[in-house]
């Protein structure tokens, strides 16, 4: 039966400061489906997270209807109507176009947690100038996630450039010896830069936690359930 399969835990913000995420890629569509029937009758909103178009379009239509979907991060806020504060507290930095699917991940996942983000891409170190025209902007973040594929540099610059918390996300991007994301991680492990913080390969939800961990001082989301969650069809039990 679903309801041995899930067991919610809502009481996560209380204990850590943000809420549970629904991690889709290896669940079923019933088992999605079941989970935010479940999230309903808690009046509970949810992030879900590496959701596909498939899996989405597969859900009930009353539950489709209650996601905002983003394709590029595949993250859904499920019936949520956030207030997201024009002050980006964090500055989410990609090194080339390809990274941006995990950045994205890191943006909503704070969007979620009602922090602002501003997004800087494609200032990977093969053009280092275009860092250079961003890097005021960059300094005046307290936390700065940067993904990055291939050699993984962009982040041991950045973290040798700016006073505040530097969160690394090594990305699979790259070509046969970037090993997919391995030879990535491995520098920013390495790395030179001190206090450089890392996380999982493509880990871009990981890093917005890390950083919604150094944002202590962060209002709790503020965020109320979309009226039209109510009317969702019953889902077996």
Excluded at 37 to 63: G, I, V
Aim: aromatic share 6%; hydrophobic share 45%.
């Amino acid at each position: 039966m679903l309801s041995d399969q899930v067991k919610l835990d809502f009481q996560r913000r209380e204990r850590i400061g943000f809420d549970e995420a629904v991690l889709c890629e290896w669940k079923s569509v019933e088992q999605i489906a079941y989970i935010l029937h479940m999230a309903c009758e808690a009046k509970r909103p949810l992030l879900l997270t590496r959701l596909a178009d498939a899996k989405l379009a597969a859900l009930p239509e009353a539950q489709q209807k209650n996601i905002d979907y983003d394709p590029v991060s595949r993250t859904g806020f499920f019936a949520a109507e956030l207030f997201i504060p024009p002050r980006a507290e964090v500055s989410v930095v990609s090194a080339g176009s390809s990274d941006i699917p995990v950045a994205h991940e890191a943006i909503r996942t704070l969007q979620y947690s009602g922090v602002g983000a501003s997004e800087i891409s494609d200032v990977g170190v093969a053009g280092l100038w275009r860092l250079m025209e961003r890097i005021d902007t960059i300094r005046h973040s307290k936390v700065v996630i940067v993904a990055a594929g291939m050699d993984g540099a962009l982040p041991s610059v950045v973290g040798g450039l700016v006073p505040g918390v530097v969160i690394a996300v090594p990305t699979s991007v790259g070509y046969g010896a970037s090993d997919g994301g391995r030879t990535a991680m491995h520098a920013c492990l390495s790395s030179c830069a001190a206090g450089l913080t890392v996380v999982n390969i493509d880990n871009g939800f990981g890093a917005a936690c890390a950083a919604l961990r150094v944002l202590r001082d962060t209002k709790a989301p503020q965020y109320r359930m979309l009226p039209e969650a109510a009317e969702e069809a019953n889902l077996p039990k």
